[in-house]
Antibody, heavy 123, light 110 residues
């Protein structure tokens, strides 16, 4: 079964750090472009960033609101995606989803989603 | 303020055909593929349409997508109660160098 499972969500104080993980199974993780999308409470979807497969260069791209504060990485030996979040702000409060397309080779088609990890930034 | 503009709400009765619009610009819908997602309350989004008008396996043919210029539309025919959800459009934006989403449309089945 193709599956993504996020973990690591927590309550963090402003200025703090947190690392989310996304464990993948059922598809060729090493060949997949992996993306993080977030959703603030009661709000819409917002792209956070992505990391390409190593065969496609392994490069990362970030949305402007998180650039310089968030880092996306991957460990293909563990089939795991990471999101390191530093200098957290209250505006970062959201459910964070990892997502990918293991079927069509389309990095912009978010076909498979995890269940989401809640990150709350509050003092 | 979302880069892609969707109506905040839409409604229809069972069996009816409903259309949800998504307005963008030349830097996103005008030059890149459009995707549509359905999100039921408390769940992760589900891909409904990819590359403007393609349906993933398992998505009923009641759902269809189209693009004209810098606007896109999602049509749902034979509306059913289980279609009540939030719907989001998305497209890569060349100016922002990343995908952008619409603000979402809450569909109510009356």
């Amino acid at each position: 079964e193709v599956q993504l499972v996020e973990s690591g969500g927590a309550l963090v104080k402003p200025g703090g750090s947190l690392r989310l993980s996304c464990a993948a199974s059922g598809f060729s993780f090493s060949h997949a472009c992996m993306t993080w999308v977030r959703q603030a409470p009661g709000k819409g979807l917002e792209w956070v960033g992505r990391i390409k497969s190593k065969t496609d260069g392994g490069t990362t791209d970030y949305a402007a609101p998180v650039k310089g504060r968030f880092t996306i990485s991957r460990d293909d030996s563990k089939n795991t995606l990471y999101l390191q979040m530093n200098s957290l702000k209250t505006d970062d409060t959201a459910v964070y989803f990892c997502t990918t397309d293991p079927y069509y080779g389309d990095p912009d088609a978010f076909h498979i989603w995890g269940q989401g990890a809640m990150v709350t930034v509050s003092s | 303020q979302s880069v892609l503009t969707q109506p905040p709400s839409a409604s229809g009765t069972p069996g009816q055909r409903v259309t949800i619009s998504c307005s963008g610009s030349s830097s996103n819908i005008g030059t890149n593929y459009v995707y549509w997602y359905q999100q039921l309350p408390g769940t992760a989004p589900k891909l409904l349409i990819y590359r403007n008008n393609q349906r993933p396996s398992g998505v009923p043919d009641r759902f269809s997508g189209s693009v004209s210029g810098t606007s896109a539309s999602l049509a749902i025919s034979g509306l059913r109660s289980e279609d009540e959800a939030d719907y989001y459009c998305a497209a890569w934006d060349d100016s922002l160098s990343g995908p952008v989403f619409g603000g979402g449309t809450k569909l109510t089945v009356l």
